[in-house]
């Protein structure tokens, strides 16, 4: 099946990243990886397109560097019919408590980065009258643990801006879908001991935003389902005994 259609997938070098364009690309879209060390994205793009045929592009992109943000739009070929963040970085929390570099690096890279270049697309698309918008934030927002705070704080943040994106610019028709993979097998997590049911592949959360984001799934997806009614057990434990635990 061929597209006209094109895919920005901000994360390019990320194994959730690779595992999405690669089913964009399956589907016959245009795609262009972005990424801040580029010559990995190259190999990405290189492995994607000889895999299916598909054109795939590569672009150079610091998240952190915001005031380069309209240039990269600007560079960009086309605007794209979709955009897809899987940016994230998890830090080490007890890194954070003491080293404040570290930890607005944490912060910027889950939040503020993500969500003002977010923010520019919708521009954009509100301007073209089409466009989806699609972030990756984390079950870690759902509710601060004393285990990794800082990641879960700036993915909390992530998840209320993409909700108020969402409700903003529902009304012209464009959509904006947040993902909440849970734990997921990759480089991110490689050492980790993580529950199986829990925890996804990245080939499995690609399918999942493809799903959610082309074939009209819902705004909010949790990638393993079982996730939902665990962060609503957790999300309705009291204070005075949720302080007590040690997650």
């Not at 690096?105 to 919708?122: C, D, I, S």
């Not at 108020?164 to 980790?192: D, E, H």
Request: net charge positive.
């Amino acid at each position: 099946m061929t597209s006209s259609r094109t895919l920005l997938l901000v994360g390019g070098t990320s194994d959730i990243g690779r595992a999405t364009a690669l089913c964009y690309a399956k589907a016959g879209w245009h795609v262009l990886l972005a990424a801040r060390r580029e010559d990995e994205a190259r190999r990405n793009a290189d492995d994607i397109a000889a895999r299916t045929g598909t054109e795939v592009t590569t672009h150079r992109l610091d998240i952190l560097e915001t005031n380069s943000f309209d240039a990269f739009i600007d560079g960009l070929p086309q605007l794209p019919d979709t955009m897809v963040c899987v940016v994230g970085e998890l830090g080490d929390q007890a890194r954070g408590q003491k080293d404040l570099a570290h930890a607005t690096q944490v912060l910027r890279t889950n939040f503020e980065g993500p969500a003002l270049l977010l923010g520019l697309f919708a521009e954009r698309f509100l301007e073209r009258g089409s466009g989806t918008i699609v972030g990756v934030s984390s079950v870690a927002g759902d509710r601060g643990r004393g285990s990794n705070y800082l990641y879960g704080a700036a993915k909390a943040g992530f998840s209320a801006f993409l909700s108020g994106l969402r409700n903003r610019l529902a009304p012209a028709g464009l959509r904006v879908i947040t993902v909440k993979p849970g734990f997921v097998r990759t480089q991110m997590t490689a050492g980790m001991k993580l529950p199986p049911i829990l925890t996804a592949e990245a080939e499995e959360v690609g399918r999942a935003i493809f799903t959610a984001a082309e074939k009209g799934g819902g705004d909010i997806i949790y990638v393993r389902r079982i996730w939902r009614p665990v962060m609503m057990i957790i999300g309705s434990i009291p204070e005075r005994i949720f302080k007590r635990l040690r997650l």
